[in-house]
């Protein structure tokens, strides 16, 4: 089975700090997401990479940036945090081509005061 | 994008079938149909997919009307770990239509014992 791990389940950070949060992957998966999940407004795509050191944007990536070194681990940062971005965090990856399954982490609830 | 309708909420006994719907009317020829769940507390999980002919896993089944305007995802024999809420999703091949998961409301179903 695929396993996709994210480094935290919880985190609590403060305004103002940069956040970084990781993701591997161990399928030799290209594509990795990062979205975040918020009560009332679904799953949102924050960035996305299609290949070691490409990305792309999602709907949301003000305010974020990621890090795609190698091909299993995908990270995003948060350069600057603010409360707004309190949310759960979803890492997925996914095999070539546009309609594969996408296969998630269990989260990072992110809590930032 | 094509949209996707769900009941709110179902019920079932553990040990029965469930058979949850999806309404997709205005699905077009490159759509494939989606279904994911998530517990709680936990990240999305692939269930199936399918295109046009009805689909089998060791998880659930698709039944994929004739027409491809609906379609049912069956859990044969519900358990108490089968309360998630469940996602019904449109992908298509089409490149231009980007790679995010775009969840719905979904289903919320709830297992009785």
Known sequence: DVKVTQSSRYLVKRTGEKVFLECVQDMDHENMFWYRQDPGLGL???YF??????????DIPEGYSVSREKKERFSLILESASTNQTSMYLCASASGGGVQPQHFGDGTRLSIL | DAKTTQPNSMESNEEEPVHLPCNHSTISGTDYIHWYRQLPSQGPEYVIHGLTSNVNNR???????????????????ATLRDAAVYYCILRTTNSNSGYALNFGKGTSLLVTP
Do not use: F, N, P, Q
């Open chain 1, 49 to 58: 990479s299609y290949d070691v050191k490409m990305k792309e944007k999602g």
């Open chain 1, 44 to 46: 949102r795509l924050i």
């Open chain 2, 59 to 77: 998880m659930a089944s698709l039944a994929i009307a004739e027409d491809r305007k609906s379609s049912t995802l069956i859990l044969h024999r």
